[in-house]
């Protein structure tokens, strides 16, 4: 098992895309990141020299969640500055 710096990452599983471009997440994964069917899930890329190097699943209400959790304070900064 590989462990990003802090152990906040890991390698979980590896698995194998099928000819359709389909992979299966492991049941003991999902379950672990509660994936249930149906759910919906953002895909982000991370990119290197124009190159995806990485791509990182985020159950998307997780995302949204962060996104509004970060940009808020910075638009309420803007809002709240004398023109």
């Known amino acids: 098992m590989s462990k990003c710096e802090g152990d906040t990452c890991r390698i979980d599983a590896v698995v194998t895309m099928d000819v359709k471009g389909q992979i299966v997440l ?35 209400e997780r995302l949204v969640g962060a996104v509004t959790q970060t940009l808020s304070p910075l638009v309420k900064g803007l809002t709240n500055k004398e023109s």
């Open 26 to 60: 492991p049941k003991d994964l999902r379950e672990k990141a509660n994936m249930k069917p149906n759910d919906k899930i953002a895909l982000v890329a991370c990119e290197k020299d124009g190159e995806v190097c990485c791509i990182m699943m985020v159950k998307a």
